[in-house]
């Protein structure tokens, strides 16, 4: 059962129960495709995997969610002006996409309503979303080192990613950090520095000098 009481999606801030009582009754939400690049050379067994050579790490297709949503509530005509609202309100737009089975992450993509029927028992919508291929986390998440009297500490925070990611570094005082071999000094203030990215599994940052330094990023799983 979700936290909203019932089957349902939000749709960035639409909830298909609270909002509009239709119950989420099917979910097709499979792993998204991997995207692999395997070179086969003559005269030498096997192929070359070249699939991670752009990134350091795997890459994946778009990932395609399907959904259907259920009704009784009211009346023929109650139902048929609500569904007349959903397609309005979702229709073709590019949105957060919450599922009940995942609570604290999103999907975000374009979504498409693909079949709508009203009888005078019920009503039923489907939809496709077209999503990135990542769920992320729905709060974003911080954590700080600090260093006194240009002392030199060395930070290890490990990462549970599907990707990397690239935190927003918050500063206080004057320090320098180092990370993947690159060395930055930074005084009091925020930056998004494109080179530097948490990458899944283990990364260590060497901080030195007087001040805080705070990372804030969202978490991407799959």
């Known amino acids: 059962m979700s936290k909203w009481g019932e089957r349902a999606f939000l749709f960035d801030q639409y909830d298909s129960w609270f909002g509009w009582h239709f119950l989420l009754t099917k979910k097709n939400i499979q792993p998204p495709e991997l995207k ?11 192929s070359i995997d070249l699939s991670e050579a752009l990134t350091g ?8 969610i399907t959904a259907t949503f259920w009704s009784d509530d009211g009346t023929y005509d109650d139902r048929e002006q609500t569904l007349r609202s959903i397609i ?28 709508v029927k009203n009888t005078l028992a019920y009503a039923e919508f489907s939809i496709e979303a077209t999503c990135d291929p990542w769920r992320y986390g729905s709060s974003e998440r911080s954590c700080t080192v ?49 080179p530097f990215k948490l990458h899944p599994g283990d990364n260590v940052i060497t901080v030195s000098g007087s001040g805080t330094l705070t990372l804030t990023f969202r978490e991407v799983i799959l």
């Open 36 to 46: 692999t690049n395997y070179v086969d050379l003559g005269g030498v067994s096997g």
């Open 146 to 194: 600090s260093v006194e009297n240009g002392e030199l500490k060395e930070w290890k925070f490990h990462s549970t990613f599907a990707a990397s990611v690239c935190p927003k570094l918050t500063v206080t005082g004057d320090i320098s950090f180092t990370y993947d071999g690159i060395t930055s000094e930074a005084t009091a203030g925020e930056y998004l520095v494109a």
């Open 88 to 115: 309005n309100c979702i229709h073709g737009k590019r949105m957060k996409i919450c599922e009940p089975d995942c609570p604290g992450y999103y999907f975000l993509g374009r979504v498409r309503v693909t079949s």
């Open 57 to 64: 790490e795997p890459a994946y297709k778009d990932r395609v």
